[in-house]
């Protein structure tokens, strides 16, 4: 079945960075862009970007330019969301999700917990 | 601050009906589809309607997207517990050139 499945969750240190996989299985990868999306604690959900499965070419979200990353493999039909500089307001939830036509997102990851604490 | 306006909750009887309405502008739901995601607690957001009101396969018929103007609104009959969940809509702002969301609505089924 159509499904990405991302790593698991992570602890840092402030000033850490981290590295967040979203592999895609059960269609083809490279076509449908692939979304990024956060969810702080008991917050909604904000859409930081998305990269174009094609092209390589990503495409971030005011805010969400500078520290955050992503990539692909598209050997290995995987997406990346690298974040640097880590600070304690990115603890939050990250999503990935392949967009089928301008934020019509289906699947979802099942989320990657990023906790940033000393 | 969400650029789509939601209600923070709604609630009602099993069995009953409840809509959630989503409300923007011309830049976003005013000229673009609108997406209805269903996120039960401890999981990831699920789409429950596409393009203002196509349902996926399986999702049942028991959920409706309609929209006019620059407002959509979320219909959901014959209310289960299994239906309490977070509910947010989403669409692309052509002005901002983004992804936009609603903050939320937490659905109680009393």
């Known amino acids: 079945q159509v499904q990405l499945v991302q790593s698991g969750s992570e602890l840092k240190n402030p000033g850490a960075s981290v590295k967040v996989s979203c592999k895609a299985s059960?269609?083809?990868?490279?076509?449908?862009?692939i979304n990024w999306l956060r969810q702080a604690p008991g917050q909604g959900l904000e859409w930081m970007g998305w990269?174009?499965?094609?092209?390589?070419?990503?495409t971030y979200a005011q805010g969400f330019t500078g520290r955050f990353v992503f990539s692909l493999d598209t050997s290995v039909s995987t997406a990346y969301l690298q974040i640097s500089s880590l600070e304690a307001e990115d603890t939050a939830v990250y999503y990935c999700?392949?967009?089928?036509?301008?934020?019509?997102?289906?699947?979802w990851g099942q989320g990657t917990l990023v906790t940033v604490s000393s | 601050q969400s650029v789509l306006t939601q209600p923070p909750s709604v609630s009602a009887a099993p069995g009953q009906k409840v809509t959630i309405s989503c409300s923007g502008s011309?830049?976003?739901?005013?000229?673009?589809?609108v997406s209805w995601y269903q996120q039960l607690p401890g999981t990831a957001p699920k789409l429950l309607i596409y393009?203002?009101?196509k349902r996926p396969s399986g999702i049942p018929d028991r959920f409706s997207g309609s929209k006019s103007g620059t407002s959509a609104t979320l219909g959901i009959t014959g209310l289960q517990t299994g239906d309490e969940a977070d509910y947010y809509c989403?669409?692309?702002?052509?002005?901002?050139?983004?992804?936009?969301f609603g903050g939320g609505t937490k659905l109680t089924v009393l």
């Open positions: 393009d203002d009101n």
């Open positions: 011309s830049s976003d739901i005013g000229n673009n589809y």
């Open positions: 999700a392949r967009d089928l036509h301008y934020i019509r997102f289906d699947p």
């Open positions: 990269i174009n499965t094609n092209t390589g070419n990503p």
């Open positions: 989403g669409t692309w702002d052509g002005s901002l050139t983004a992804g936009v």
């Open positions: 059960g269609y083809m990868f490279i076509g449908p862009s």
